[in-house]
């Protein structure tokens, strides 16, 4: 399936970039966590909108880009577009959406594109603490967050996710990453970010 080289291609190039061969060698070793039932009602509640914020589209798929950030649309074979939010003068993006075209995806696809990443981010060597939980995304249905911490060069630590869903018509695959450093995604800009992402067309 075309989605899962899309998923190795976009998760390598996230957490390889800003980090040496050096901190890839390190003791980042990953552990994995067994897939949990998901909890009742939507884990992922859509968010309206970020102040001051602008809207960009990526293959139909819509998200708010902060006023203080860039946004750079790239493409990947004839299939997959990916939109990369910087903060300007950062040395890190801290925002991706990712959009990749395919035929009939169901929830099973969307776990097996998220396995793909999980699976990187292990061979990775600079990803630890790397668990799956299984999600519910208001505006999508059935997602899957792969979590975990990157360790780079510098020594910073970053508390990562990497969210897998699907368009509710079965024809888009859809991958978010958001990162914040150690301890604070959860109050982000970047999560923040995240939830706005929903079906704009």
Do not use: K
Request: net charge negative.
């Amino acid at each position: 399936m075309r989605v899962l080289g899309a998923a190795v291609a976009v998760v390598a190039a996230l957490t390889l970039s800003a980090c040496s061969q050096d901190a890839a060698e390190g003791e980042g070793g990953a552990s994995s966590t067994a897939p949990t039932a998901p909890t009742g009602g939507w884990d992922i509640t859509t968010l309206e909108g970020v102040d001051g914020a602008s809207r960009s589209t990526v293959d139909g798929i819509g998200i708010d880009v902060p006023a203080d950030f860039t946004s750079d649309e790239r493409t990947s074979g004839e299939d997959t577009t990916q939109l990369v939010l910087q903060r300007e003068g950062a040395a890190r993006s801290e925002v991706n959406l990712t959009v990749t075209r395919d035929e009939d995806v169901d929830d099973a696809g969307v776990d097996a594109a998220a396995a793909t990443a999980f699976a990187q981010l292990g061979a990775s060597g600079i990803a630890s603490d790397l668990e799956q939980v299984p999600l519910t995304w208001e505006g999508f249905g059935h997602a899957v967050a792969v979590r975990g911490v990157l360790t780079l060069d510098d020594g910073t630590e970053l508390d990562v996710e990497y969210v897998t869903t699907r368009d509710p018509a079965g024809t888009r695959v859809v991958g978010v990453w958001a990162e914040a450093p150690r301890g604070g995604l959860a109050d982000s800009v970047a999560y923040e970010v995240l939830r706005t992402v929903r079906v704009d067309g």
